[in-house]
């Protein structure tokens, strides 16, 4: 009975073992290493995006991610019930962990809604009237 016991301890161990994934020294590097990410607001294609440093030590999981940027995007109509989803800007991608956002690269954050397709952050202001074409209005007193 104890030769069983020992040979079940010894199978746990290994099973842990196998299931601890080996993280290389470079790797670690590279996941203490803050990530500068910009934010974006679904729809809103005015809004130049929020810049964030994603840091282990800030964000242990997702949810942690999601509730800060609800505090720190502005509060419009595009997000009444806060950041519940991440998408990537050229393809509409759903980001699922913090591990796939990466440094320097630019993410909109979305409610329950999907992805709307627009240039985010690009957007060029208008001009305030259409009409205007060069013609002299025959209200203008400026002579």
Known sequence: MTATMSRNRVYNLLSMSQAHKD???ERYRDLRRPRKVRFFVNGDRYFKGKKLY???H???NFNDLLNDLTGKLPNN???PYGVRQIFTPSGG???TDIEDLSDGSSYVCAGFEGYKQIRYGK???EPWSLGD???KSKYDYTE
Do not use: M
Request: hydrophobic share 40%; charged share 30%; proline share 5%.
């Open 58 to 60: 800030r964000y242990f």
């Open 123 to 125: 957007a060029e202001l």
């Open 77 to 79: 109509l595009n997000l």
């Open 54 to 56: 994603i840091t282990p």
């Open 93 to 95: 991608r759903r980001v």
């Open 133 to 135: 074409n060069g013609k």
């Open 23 to 25: 993280v290389t020294d």
